[in-house]
């Protein structure tokens, strides 16, 4: 039986339980609740984390220790960061912490902070190579990552808290006080031409906002890019209008919405200094990156996008055993293709095929809405929007035919390459289901191979009655796709 982990996160503004449904290289929240207490308001100037932000931090601790007893979680860990890090009375307000959650609290470092933030990137994002920086309410995180290898980390007094009691209230002498901490850093200096990796509450309310003003078509956040002068034009819009003028900004909390304008802030200057190629949005952070170091090395090595895929397949599939045979039986077919597959378009394949069939018990009508909504919105990790996007119409065109208009907006999100993939997969999976009725054992003994000039599908002397009009005019239309004649054999 799986054993749920539980975090909570004591931060700069918000306090924040998550619940996950087991340790694994995919983990799958199944509670996340978080209020926003605001601890680091005043640090900066008084020094001291606020009477009142402590209360509500309190009450909050004591809830999560409630809600953690019903859902049985035993192995409970809670950290701190900035505010407590920074205000001399922080050891009296984490004694008091660690009473009200019934459990040890550990305070973080800033270099170890920013170690953890980078260890969630890791875990969230395929082969990630860039900067983290992780922007709380009372310090910014920056690290340097590339693989699974790190650099040193850094922390800046930079936190939206932070900078709105130091400026004044005042964006304009906030940015004097960003550019002079960030020419310190060394870290910005290896960040030119690469990928800077956006973690925090408000650089995700930003890019939210700028997903509502390009009428994006996914509403799912992890993985979001926005090219840097973008980002640059963005961030300079947030900094000098007033926040409540901003197209959804009803969808930020009204709590968080006076810090956006310092995340613009920062975000702006570490894109003018060190001249990043793009910024992505990644949501896994410090908590991730605290499950994913609690793995052993061969867990961590896992691919999390398939390990969630293979999850989703064992959970909803028919006969998961297909789903495996479906790779294998794709893999020969590609192969006599000659068409020149990436590794990471195989990777996508694989997943096509795990998910090509958790969805069955949905009225047939609405299969491809339900498999949209399902790689659309799911928590999956280690992929970008445009791999998304493939697997999402993979399933469309596998539910609405090849022919069927699928969403225009999704389509834009992927190359001309890309989505001739998903059509050709599509097409293959559509044959695939019509001769194995999504049974195992059956597509090893069907091949599908090119032949020269043909795509030849060959069905044993006991299925040789699968042969049908139906099953020829699908063979066709991936014949059709891939420019080959069609034929169906029967062996021997």
Not at 245 to 254: C, E, F, G, Q
Not at 414 to 433: E, F, N, Q, Y
Request: glycine letters at 8%; charged letters at 25%.
């Amino acid at each position: 039986m799986k054993q749920p982990v539980g975090i909570v996160d004591i931060g700069s503004n918000s306090v924040r339980l998550v619940a996950y449904e087991s340790l694994s290289r995919s983990p799958r929240p199944i509670f996340n609740e978080k209020s926003l207490c605001a601890l680091g308001n005043g640090v900066a100037t008084t020094g001291k984390l606020p009477k009142a932000g402590m209360e509500k931090a309190f009450a909050a601790l004591r809830r999560f220790r409630v809600l953690s007893d019903i859902m049985g979680i035993s192995d409970l860990h809670v950290i701190a960061t900035a505010a407590a890090r920074d205000a001399v009375n922080g050891g009296e307000f984490l004694a008091a912490a660690a009473q009200a959650i019934g459990a040890q609290v550990t305070l973080l470092a800033g270099d170890r902070e920013a170690e953890l933030s980078a260890q969630g990137v890791i875990s969230g994002i395929h082969r990630p190579d860039g900067v983290v920086g992780d922007l709380g309410g009372g310090s910014l995180e920056l690290i340097d990552v590339k693989g699974a290898h790190l650099g040193k980390g850094a922390s800046l007094p930079l936190g939206g808290l932070t900078l709105m009691d130091a400026s004044g209230r005042s964006p304009r002498a906030a940015v004097k006080i960003v550019r002079e901490a960030l020419a310190k850093s060394r870290v910005l200096e290896r960040l030119t031409g690469r990928t800077f990796y956006a973690v925090g509450g408000t650089w995700r309310a930003l890019a939210k906002l700028h997903m509502s003003q390009r009428n994006y078509p996914l509403t799912v956040m992890h993985g979001y890019v926005i090219p840097a002068q973008d980002a640059v034009d963005f961030a300079g819009l947030v900094e000098r209008v007033n926040t409540d003028t901003l197209i959804s900004i009803d969808s930020v909390n009204a709590a968080r919405r006076p810090l956006l304008a310092y995340g613009a802030v920062v975000l702006e200057e570490i894109i003018r200094r060190a001249e990043p190629k793009e910024i992505m949005i990644s949501t896994a952070g410090v908590r991730e990156g605290l499950l994913y170091e609690m793995l052993d090395l061969a867990q961590r090595q896992q691919d999390p996008l398939l390990v969630a895929a293979s999850e989703f397949n064992q959970l909803l599939s028919r006969a998961p055993r297909h789903a495996e045979d479906l790779c294998d039986w794709t893999d020969r077919f590609m192969k006599s293709t000659h068409l020149e597959e990436t590794v990471e378009e195989r990777r996508l394949r694989y997943v096509a095929c795990l998910l090509a069939d958790v969805n069955w018990r949905a009225h047939p009508d609405y299969r491809s809405e339900e498999s949209l909504n399902l790689i659309e919105n799911s928590a999956f990790t280690g992929v970008d929007h445009p791999g998304r996007s493939f697997l999402t119409l993979t399933m469309s065109y596998r539910y609405l035919g090849l022919d069927a208009d699928v969403s225009p907006q999704i389509r834009a999100l992927v190359s001309s390459r890309m989505l001739d993939k998903a059509r050709i997969l599509a097409a293959a999976t559509r044959l695939a289901h019509l001769v194995s009725a999504a049974m195992p054992d059956v597509l090893p003994r069907t091949p599908l191979v090119c032949v020269k000039a043909k795509v030849m599908l060959t069905l044993p002397a006991d299925l040789a009655d699968l042969a049908s009009d139906r099953l020829y005019s699908r063979l066709k239309q991936l014949a059709r796709l891939i420019g080959r004649e069609p034929v169906i054999t029967i062996a021997g």
